[in-house]
C-alpha cells in the first residue's frame, strides 16, 4: 500500500471527468475567464499520522467546481447545470480508482452559488511509507541481547 500522490488523484479525477466531457477544460490552477464550460479542482488535505509514522491517516476534501459561460444576456442555464451534478454524482460515487487503489466515497454534496456549481466530497485513506519513501532501509533483527543487572551478567545468545 504505497503512498498515493495527489499528482495520482489529479490524474484520476480529470480521466474521469474526461469521460464524459471530453472537451471541458479541467483546471487545477489559476483559471482565466472564458467563455467555454470548464472545471476547475481545488484539494484541502490533512494529514494524521500513527505513532510509528509507517501509517498516514489521510482525508483529502476533493471541490469540483463547474463553470457553465453565460449566455447573450447574461444568464446561466441552470438546469444544464443540475445535469452536471448529477452526472458528477454518478462518475464518482461509490468510489475513485487511484492507480491500484479504491477509495470509497460515502457522501458527496452539491451546491450552486452564483450560478457556479461546487461538487465536495472527502477521500479518506491510509498511507504506508515504504522504506524507499521514508529513505531509509530497516536495519536487521538483533541477534544478541546483553545486559549486565546488578554485576550479573544475563546475555542471551543464539
Given at each position: 500500500?504505497?503512498?498515493?500522490?495527489?499528482q495520482s488523484?489529479?490524474?484520476?479525477?480529470?480521466?474521469?471527468?474526461?469521460?464524459?466531457?471530453?472537451?471541458?477544460?479541467?483546471?487545477?490552477?489559476?483559471?482565466?475567464?472564458?467563455?467555454?464550460?470548464?472545471?476547475?479542482?481545488?484539494?484541502?488535505?490533512?494529514?494524521?499520522?500513527?505513532?510509528?509514522?509507517?501509517?498516514?491517516?489521510?482525508?483529502?476534501?476533493?471541490?469540483?467546481?463547474?463553470?457553465?459561460?453565460?449566455?447573450?444576456?447574461?444568464?446561466?442555464?441552470?438546469?444544464?447545470?443540475?445535469?452536471?451534478?448529477?452526472?458528477?454524482?454518478?462518475?464518482?460515487?461509490?468510489?475513485?480508482?487511484?492507480?491500484?487503489?479504491?477509495?470509497?466515497?460515502?457522501?458527496?454534496?452539491t451546491t450552486?452559488?452564483?450560478?457556479?456549481?461546487?461538487?465536495?466530497?472527502?477521500?479518506?485513506?491510509?498511507?504506508?511509507?515504504?522504506?524507499?519513501?521514508?529513505?531509509?532501509?530497516?536495519?536487521?533483527?538483533?541477534?544478541?541481547?546483553?545486559?549486565?543487572?546488578?554485576?550479573?551478567?544475563?546475555?542471551?545468545?543464539?
Open positions: 500500500m504505497p503512498l498515493i500522490a495527489l488523484i489529479k490524474a484520476a479525477i480529470t480521466a474521469k471527468l474526461k469521460t464524459k466531457y471530453p472537451t471541458c477544460k479541467v483546471h487545477f490552477d489559476n483559471v482565466e475567464k472564458s467563455d467555454a464550460p470548464y472545471f476547475y479542482v481545488e484539494f484541502t488535505t490533512s494529514i494524521h499520522t500513527t505513532v510509528d509514522d509507517t501509517y498516514s491517516d489521510r482525508t483529502i476534501q476533493v471541490d469540483v467546481t463547474y463553470v457553465h459561460p453565460k449566455d447573450a444576456k447574461g444568464r446561466v442555464d441552470r438546469s444544464a447545470v443540475f445535469d452536471v451534478g448529477d452526472a458528477l454524482d454518478l462518475m464518482f460515487r461509490p468510489y475513485l480508482q487511484v492507480g491500484d487503489r479504491y477509495i470509497t466515497i460515502l457522501s458527496a454534496e450552486m452559488v452564483d450560478d457556479v456549481l461546487h461538487y465536495i466530497f472527502d477521500l479518506q485513506f491510509t498511507d504506508a511509507w515504504t522504506d524507499e519513501e521514508v529513505g531509509y532501509i530497516r536495519g536487521e533483527l538483533m541477534q544478541t541481547l546483553s545486559l549486565t543487572l546488578n554485576g550479573a551478567d544475563l546475555t542471551e545468545r543464539d
